[in-house]
């Protein structure tokens, strides 16, 4: 990997996509309820920030001015996980991520309304063209649903809200930075995720054990790959490209996701899931390309 690569802010949000891609695996692979598995990821991946920290002496950013962002970033990732995790039980994988990547919509929004960012027609485009691949490959989805699947739904688009919070407040915590590496943001929005999930597991009576030794690797490479690296590679772009190319980005998500299970877990892709996930990819080029000035 180059330097030049490093510095390319598309890049470092692609490679953060792909890395949070593998999240629906290590939640299937291990054994813990969806709340312990959450505060474990947030836990891990924080404490693992934190000991990089530490051995590069780096110093953090005064943060005096950025604390109620991260705060907000925090409260709004822990809402995600705790949503996007009951959506799956209720409606699967499948239709929960579709709705949960409905964010490229309200990223759109709030570029425009928040920061004045006028999507071009191309991105506007890539972005309905997007939701169409996904549905494409999780429509089918809508027809095996069982009862609950109105608030599966509900939860779903609550997701996507709550995603889309995340990212436009770790925006804001990043502005002004010097530092391409937001690993002190990242390690700090991480703990507090830990610290509500973890409050979260108690009320809900979730035990904080780990059962098996394959669930603690399992859970420490969630933490560490998906979630330290992958969303510090996200946060690391946020402020050198639009709310709507990230949004269009991060939907190469769901589309890996499902390459995952077919991989890994010999899920059958049927003719119609594979042109959803090319009619994905062409959108996602669509709108990570900027408009001309």
């Known amino acids: 990997m180059t330097r030049a690569a490093l510095r390319n802010p598309h890049f470092r949000l692609f490679a953060g996509a792909f ?7 290590f939640v299937r692979l291990v054994s813990v309820p969806p709340t312990v598995s959450g505060f474990y990821r947030t836990l891990f991946g924080g404490a693992a920030l934190l000991l990089y920290l530490l051995l590069a002496r780096r110093r953090p950013r005064p943060w005096a001015a950025i604390w109620p962002a991260l705060a907000a970033a925090g409260a709004f990732f822990a809402l995600d996980l705790w949503f996007w ?22 990223m759109i ?55 889309a919070g995340y990212l436009l407040s770790m925006r804001r915590a990043r502005r002004g930075a010097a530092d391409r590496l937001p690993a002190a943001e990242v390690a700090a929005v991480s703990l507090v995720v830990a610290l509500l999930l973890g409050a979260a ?25 998906a979630h330290a690296f992958g ?9 050198e490209v639009t709310a709507a190319e990230v949004g269009i980005a991060l939907l190469l998500q769901p589309a890996l996701s499902l390459v995952w299970d077919a991989v890994l877990f ?8 594979v042109l959803g996930v090319a009619v994905t990819l062409v959108a996602i080029f669509l709108g990570s390309q900027r408009r001309a000035s």
């Not at 890395?19 to 695996?25: D, E, G, K, Q």
């Not at 799956?88 to 964010?103: D, E, F, K, V, W």
């Not at 904080?208 to 790959?225: E, H, M, N, R």
Request: net charge negative.
């Open 19 to 25: 890395l949070i891609s593998f999240s629906p695996v």
């Open 85 to 106: 995790h009951r959506s799956i039980l209720l409606i699967g994988p499948g239709l929960s991520t579709l709705l949960a990547n409905l964010q490229v919509f309200f």
């Open 109 to 163: 929004a709030a570029g425009a309304v928040l920061f004045h960012e006028k999507p071009a027609p191309i991105q506007l485009l890539a972005a309905l063209l997007a939701v169409v691949g996904l549905a494409l490959v999780f429509g089918a989805d809508w027809f095996g649903l069982e009862a609950g699947y109105r608030t599966g739904v509900v939860l779903g688009l609550l997701t996507a809200m709550s995603y």
């Open 201 to 225: 597991a108690v009320a809900e009576g979730s035990p904080l054990s780990i059962p098996t030794a394959g669930d603690l690797g399992w859970l420490l490479a969630y933490g560490v790959l």
């Open 231 to 239: 969303l510090m590679a996200i946060a690391s772009s946020l402020t």
């Open 266 to 273: 010999a899920r059958a892709l049927e003719a119609v899931e």
